[in-house]
């Protein structure tokens, strides 16, 4: 089935400053999804990206789907201590299912 | 309008003992989806209903892992005789249409199995 792998799995990030996490497929997507998960928590929904090099822009966090859709970014500025959590990126993986990557975490340091 | 719920939230089970989850979709959400998410591990999908159809539970471990939805609603995923590997956080989704549409998360059950 499709699997999708992110990069990196773990970041710590001074407060205030700019990260980029990333996620890369080996085959092309038709939709890829984000999510943030809170330490404690449950995978929220961030956005989903269609379309061949598509941005999409939520306050401080910038999605990007790639040109050749195997590949997305989520970039977020002027990092904040709620930004705290793992955000994981989710592809169709076949048979109605999401597949899942395995998170990048993300700890910011005051 | 209410989220996904789930009940119970922690549960506690002796190895061999059988455990049921319970999932409740956010109101008139066609599919509904369970994953088990391991320590520090991304959400593993188990199986995929459609209304009451079950349409895929590929992704279920082991036989003794059974799931249903009968009347389309409210779903419950059964697990017997619990083994250690069996501990993780369980969670369920639902989306209004089909798999490639948001799916809402619910907060998820915690088993530990002794």
């Known amino acids: 089935g499709q699997q999708v792998m992110q990069i990196p799995q773990y970041q710590h990030v001074q407060e205030g400053e700019d990260f980029t996490t990333y996620c890369n497929s080996s085959?092309?997507?038709?939709?890829i999804q984000w999510y943030k998960q809170r330490p404690g928590g449950h995978p929220v929904f961030l956005i989903q990206l269609v379309k061949s090099g598509e941005v999409k822009k939520q306050k401080r966090l910038t999605f990007q789907f790639g040109e050749a859709k195997k590949n997305s970014s989520l970039h977020i500025t002027a990092t904040q201590t709620t930004d705290v959590g793992t955000y994981f990126c989710a592809g169709p993986g076949g048979n109605n299912r999401l597949a899942f990557g395995k998170g990048n975490q993300v700890v910011v340091i005051p | 309008g209410a989220g996904v719920s789930q009940s119970p939230r922690y549960k506690v089970a002796k190895r061999g003992q059988d455990v049921a989850l319970r999932c409740d979709p956010i109101?008139?959400?066609?599919?509904l989806f369970w994953y088990q998410q391991a320590l520090g591990q991304g959400p593993e999908f188990l199986t995929y209903?459609?209304?009451?159809?079950?349409?895929?539970k590929s992704g279920l471990p082991s036989d003794r892992f059974f799931a249903e939805r009968p009347e389309g609603s409210v779903s419950t995923l059964k697990i017997q005789r619990t083994q250690q590997e069996d501990s993780a956080v369980y969670l369920c989704?639902?989306?209004?249409?089909?798999?490639?549409?948001?799916?809402?998360f619910g907060p998820g059950t915690r088993l530990t199995v002794l």
């Open positions: 085959t092309t997507l038709s939709n």
């Open positions: 109101s008139g959400h066609v599919s």
């Open positions: 989704a639902s989306s209004a249409q089909g798999p490639g549409n948001t799916q809402y």
């Open positions: 209903f459609q209304n009451e159809a079950q349409l895929d």
